[in-house]
């Protein structure tokens, strides 16, 4: 299993930004994924989650109504976008296998997030 994210970068508050998650190694479209956050503070936690179809989405209260997953299956990767960013948005964001927990033990370099202005 390999994940890369990128997309990452400085924002402003009440920006956005879009990032993404190449993978490969596996079956992307026979996966649940997910993005994770973590941040020096906090342990990685759950952003969001999408099905294998892309039909059913979870997201943390946090970020409800601002943040969207998405998935291309054709292109084995996936998405966050992410809008109206807050400061505390700040993190370094991982995506992963499953639905609503990871389920694979390596983990991507992840890609940094720093809302400020």
């Known amino acids: 299993v390999q994940l890369v994210e990128s997309g990452g970068g400085l924002v402003q508050p009440g920006g956005s930004v879009r990032l993404s998650c190449i993978t490969s190694?596996?079956?992307?479209?026979?996966?649940?994924m997910s993005w994770y956050r973590q941040t020096p503070e906090n342990e990685r936690a759950l952003v969001a989650g999408i099905r294998e179809d892309g039909r059913i989405t979870n997201y943390v209260d946090s970020v409800k109504g601002r943040v969207t997953i998405s998935r291309d299956n054709a292109k084995n990767t996936l998405y966050l976008q992410m809008n109206s960013l807050k400061p505390e948005d700040t993190a370094q964001y991982y995506c992963?296998?499953?639905?609503?927990?990871?389920?694979?033990?390596?983990w991507g370099q992840g890609t940094e997030v720093i809302v400020s202005s």
């Open positions: 190694g596996f079956t992307f479209s026979s996966f649940a």
């Open positions: 992963n296998g499953g639905f609503q927990y990871p389920i694979w033990n390596s």
